[in-house]
């Protein structure tokens, strides 16, 4: 079964996915897609994008071979796929950049956007200075007390922040309020949603814009060891990082794909991320898709050391992906990702967002159980400047 | 023939507007919407919306939003509420209408709910996160009881898209006044009454419009363009200020000859 002509038309991938959103998104919604799908096969649209991901950005990432990483862990070779080494410090501005083409492609001049651990809000704050585009972000009152540093980058990056203090005031609250926002300034205001979830064309938009990852990934890889890898391992919030990654891959059935969600305190407790693991389909955010709720409906938070993972559901190209068993899931806890955090830190001089370190984890522990002929890939999908308070917090520091 | 359909039919003959006010069930305690309902239906409502809370109600501003937070805080359930509906329904004989998310649906199970719903005396369903692109999840169920999908139309909608949704169903059509969620409104957009009458001129359906609707004035100038009006945030706001006297005044601006 061929698995990369999903969405369809109505942007369903089997049951999952879809669009529901009030009528007075509609309108844009399709105009979305119609000039999506145009700027696709545009090579005009697609040089432009292309040659800011080269220059602005600093694309092709490094594929690094993490050889100290995979003498600690004893086993498979390990790789890591370097988004942290791109401008804004994180995978989100591959999805960024592409929208904000397309706001001004659709002649709109005002963008809003949600953030969790504000590399979303930064990578589109910064494309938006870019492009000369008004950017509103909505973040959550948590995640704002969280992330202080990318809070204050958006700001003098020229976007004004909001605090969202409804609900559990995270992400999800953020989502809640940005569709508010664009409902009411539908007219000259494009949403860059931050991940691969949201009504359609959303998840499709984003996994395209994303899967750069992929397919550099594949190249480099192929070059390096004349082969493909035997595992990939990505973290999912909403998923964007990870179906980036996996979208290229997807065909090549040898190759084993392995997303990791937040287990947060653990899965046993009420405090955790882990949508496909706890969560059962519903409808949030315009769209189909596993989700962490109560018996009558209602959502319910997620927890998550990590900011951007923070979120009670997950793309629904990942819940089909998930149901098919394509790509098994698993989750990591806050405890296992800061260790990880510091292994990698100290193993090979680089720290990685704790988003990325549920995934350098998760890889450790598969890279035990094989042998050293064989390769996993990581994508590390930001790097973790912006956690350092959080983790000085759990962990403690010199101080003077 | 649905309880809607049929007043309407005799609002066109008698030549009245329609007023459907909008309360958050649980909202002050379950108890509390038969007293509501009742004093509504006496004020002179043509038929009522009730809410039916959600954790994240995007299509809803501040006032809905906080009526629901309140009613999840007394852990109301959906199937408390359609039970209560039972209880109340031999008293009201005006259209009672649901308006809820999808969510809670799908949770309670789609078929189940548009059963129980019709043995309540549930006339209608709105659900704002349901745009015809999607659904099919639920009409065959909800036909089967005859129970009416209101649909919504927006200021956003092109003409060939505001003929496709008004020519499904048989109850009404929610033409909904701002780009924006509900909530209180000082005023309206200037194209708000070509908007309407370009829908009014279009739709076989009645044409009620709704989001915003705050003061007498708003009813009587908006009942120009359209058939009914939809109030919901101000209505939530008096009721909890305890204004009845307010309420009734609303709902007689619709009486008022019409210039
Ligand atoms: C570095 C990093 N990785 C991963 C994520 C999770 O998002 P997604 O699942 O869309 O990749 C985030 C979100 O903020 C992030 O900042």
Redesign the interface.
């Known amino acids: 079964m061929t698995t990369t002509i999903l969405p369809d038309e109505k942007g369903h991938f089997g049951t999952y996915g879809g669009r529901y959103v009030p009528e007075t998104l509609m309108q844009a919604i399709l105009e979305l897609e119609k000039e999506y799908e145009k700027a696709k096969v545009d090579p005009a649209f697609q040089n432009e994008l292309n040659d800011l991901l080269r220059d602005y950005v600093g694309r092709e990432t490094p594929l690094y071979y993490a050889k100290n990483l995979t003498k600690y862990a004893g086993g498979g070779k390990i790789y890591l796929k370097r988004e942290d080494l791109n401008h804004t410090g994180a995978h989100k501005i591959n999805n960024s950049l592409g929208q904000a083409l397309l706001t001004k492609r659709m002649g709109k001049s005002k963008v809003v956007a949600e953030t969790g651990a504000g590399q979303h809000g930064v990578a589109t704050a910064t494309a938006c200075a870019l492009l000369n585009l008004e950017c509103v972000i909505f973040m959550g009152e948590e995640d704002i007390l969280r992330q202080q540093l990318n809070v204050f980058r958006m700001e003098i990056l020229g976007a004004k922040v909001i605090s969202v203090k409804s609900g559990s005031a995270t992400l999800k609250d953020a989502v809640n309020e940005a569709l508010r926002y664009w409902v009411s300034n539908v007219e000259d205001t494009h949403y860059i949603l931050g991940s691969a979830m949201g009504p359609h064309p959303f998840p499709k938009i984003v996994r395209d814009f994303q899967s750069v990852i992929g397919q550099e990934t594949k190249k480099q890889f192929i070059k390096k060891e004349a082969k493909l890898p035997e595992a990939i391992v990505a973290c999912i919030g909403g998923g964007s990082n990870a179906i980036g990654m996996f979208y290229p891959f997807l065909e090549d059935r040898e190759v084993k794909l392995y997303g990791v969600e937040a287990a947060g305190l653990g899965l046993h407790s009420e405090k955790h991320a882990a949508s496909l693991a706890k969560g059962k389909p519903g409808i949030l955010h315009g769209a189909y898709m596993y989700l962490l709720q109560n018996e009558d409906g209602q959502i319910q938070e997620a927890h998550s050391i990590s900011a951007g993972l923070d979120y009670p559901g997950i793309g629904p190209e990942h819940c089909y992906l998930h149901d098919i068993e394509r790509v098994k899931y698993d989750a990591i806890t806050d405890d296992e990702a800061l260790e990880a955090l510091q292994v990698l830190s100290k193993t090979e001089g680089i720290i990685p967002a704790l988003e990325s370190a549920h995934a350098i984890s998760y890889a450790i522990k598969l890279a035990k159980e094989m042998e050293p002929t064989e390769h996993i890939v990581v994508c590390l999908s930001g790097r973790g400047d912006k956690d350092m308070e959080a983790v000085r917090s759990k962990i403690g520091g010199v101080k003077a | 023939m649905n309880r809607i359909e049929k007043v309407f039919q005799t609002m066109k003959k008698e030549g009245k507007k329609a007023f459907v006010p909008y309360v958050m069930a649980g909202d002050g305690g379950l108890t509390s919407l038969k007293e509501k309902l009742v004093f509504l239906q006496e004020a002179g409502a043509t038929a009522i919306e009730i809410g039916i809370p959600?954790?994240?109600p995007?299509?809803d501003?501040p006032v809905i939003?906080e009526a629901g937070i309140r009613a999840?805080n007394t852990d109301v359930?959906?199937?408390e509420i359609v039970e209560c509906m039972r209880e109340i329904r031999p008293i009201i004989h005006i259209p009672l209408i649901f308006m809820t998310?999808?969510?809670?649906?799908?949770?309670?199970g789609l078929e189940r709910f548009s059963r129980d719903i019709q043995t309540s005396g549930i006339d209608g369903l709105i659900i704002?996160?349901?745009?015809i692109?999607?659904e099919e999840i639920i009409t065959s169920y909800l036909d089967e009881v005859k129970i009416e999908l209101i649909?919504?139309?927006?200021?956003?909608?092109?003409i060939e898209?505001i003929a496709e949704?008004t020519k499904r169903g048989k109850g009404f059509v929610y033409a909904?006044t701002?780009?924006?969620?509900t909530g209180t409104r000082a005023q309206f957009a200037s194209q708000l009454s070509s908007h309407l009458e370009k829908i009014k001129s279009i739709s076989p359906l009645p044409v009620l419009a709704g989001f915003g609707i705050s003061t007498p004035e708003h009813v009587e100038e908006i009942l120009q363009y359209c058939d009914g009006v939809i109030v919901g945030s101000k209505i939530i706001e008096l009721m909890e200020a305890g204004n009845n006297e307010q309420i009734r005044t609303l709902i007689n601006a619709t009486k008022l000859p019409i210039a």
């Open positions: 959600f954790s994240d995007v299509a501003g939003q999840l359930t959906l199937k998310y999808m969510n809670p649906l799908l949770a309670y704002p996160d349901l745009p692109e999607e649909r919504l139309v927006t200021l956003q909608s092109p898209r949704i909904v701002v780009n924006g969620i």
